[in-house]
Structure formats: C-alpha cells, structure tokens
C-alpha cells in the first residue's frame, strides 16, 4: 500500500544552520508529493509540492526534488530561521486522498 | 477569497455529549475531507465526501461518528457520546479536483472532553 515515512524529530539547529528533512515513500502508480507546515496553533499549510518526478518544488528558501529512482523527496533549507520553528509533514496525493508522514517538529534556537 | 472555515474553534463537551463540527470548503470545491490530529502525533485521515456522498470512510470509527455534505451548506462530522479519547484536533481540508492537486486545510477545531 502507499505510505510515508519521515525521519522523527524533534530536529533542533541552530539559526542560519543547513536544513534536511528526510522522507521516503511507498506509493503505486504516479502520486504527487507535498510538504506542508502547521505553525503552534494552527491548521496546515502547503509548503511546497511536485507533481512528477524530477519536479523540484520550492518556497519560502525551500526545496524538495521528486526522486523517483530512490523514491524520495527530501526537504531541505539553506539557512533556517526562528520563524520557522514549526512541523513539517510529508505527504503524497493519490486519485483520492492524501498520505501524510508523522511529521517531523523542527525547533530554531536564536 | 476566504478559505477554508471551521467552527468552532475549540468546543468542549462532557462525557456523553455530542459534538457537531462544521467545515465551509473553498469556494468552489466540491471535495472535501477530514482528518483527526492527536496530541504530538500527525494526521489521520477520516472521510472523505463529494456533495450528498460519501466517497471513503475508510477512516472512521465504526460507531458513534458520522459525517455529511449536504448539497447546501457546511460539512458536518458528528461525533455521539462523547468520550475522553475523542479529545483531538480536527482538520477540515478541500480541493476542487482530485487530491493530485493540493488540499487547503482549515484552522482545525479543538475539541476538548471532560
């Protein structure tokens, strides 16, 4: 079946610090991949997506590349900032629902 | 352009009680779904409903929870006594297409029960 798998967190760094987020899948067929955040308090927002592979998604200092040979879409960040202290879920969209990881709590210290 | 809605936003009920929670999706998506979020722990999805169907319930308890999209108005999921563990967060999310687009996710109701 589909699945996600995301590295567990929580993940502290330092500001400016480089950033990864690993995430595989497990997916048949063609699924589009998503990042989204959820800030402290609220609902979840769509980062950045990709839709086939080799697709790179980027937003905000952002990027994640579709790697269909090892079936990943790693995030990463070149230099973080306190803002963004938040969750980060992988994700991937099939014909009729999406597949969230268990999300991965990231903390930037000052 | 107003996004997703949910109300309430937090909402405690007592043991027994019933709680209703509502989602108005983006304007014009006819899709939507919900999701339940424990503390510390991602999502699950519940249901997902196109307007009068369901199209997946794969997700939901098989007793005391139900939900709907009526051909007007809010989706409602009804959760029936109650009880400590419905404690949780509950996400709303719509799309206007299939899920190979995105979903856009609603501020979530907290319900609490004592």
């Known amino acids: 079946g589909n699945s996600v798998t995301q590295m567990e967190g929580p993940v502290t760094l330092s500001e400016e610090a480089f950033l990864t987020i690993n995430c595989t899948y497990t997916a048949t067929g063609y699924p589009s991949l998503f990042w989204y955040v959820q800030y402290p308090g609220e609902g979840l927002q769509l980062l950045l997506k990709a839709t086939k592979a080799d697709d790179k998604g980027s937003n905000k200092g952002f990027e994640a590349t579709y790697r269909k040979e090892t079936t990943s879409f790693h995030l990463e960040k070149g230099s973080v900032q306190v803002s963004d202290s938040a969750v980060y879920f992988c994700a991937l969209g099939t014909d009729d629902k999406i597949i969230f990881g268990k999300g991965t709590r990231l903390h930037i210290l000052p | ?114």
């Open chain 2, 1 to 114: 352009n107003a996004g997703v809605m949910q109300n309430p936003r937090h909402l405690v009920r007592r043991r027994g009680q019933e709680a209703r929670l509502r989602c108005s999706p983006m304007k014009g998506h006819s899709h939507v779904y919900w999701y339940r979020q424990l503390p510390e722990e991602g999502l699950k999805f519940m249901v997902y409903l196109q307007k009068e169907n369901i199209i997946d319930e794969s997700g939901m308890p098989k007793e005391r929870f139900s939900a709907e999209f009526p051909k007007e108005g809010p989706s409602i999921l009804r959760i029936q006594q109650v009880v400590r563990g419905d404690s949780a967060a509950y996400f709303c999310a719509s799309s206007g297409d299939s899920s190979y687009n995105e979903q856009f996710f609603g501020p979530g109701t907290r319900l609490t029960v004592l």
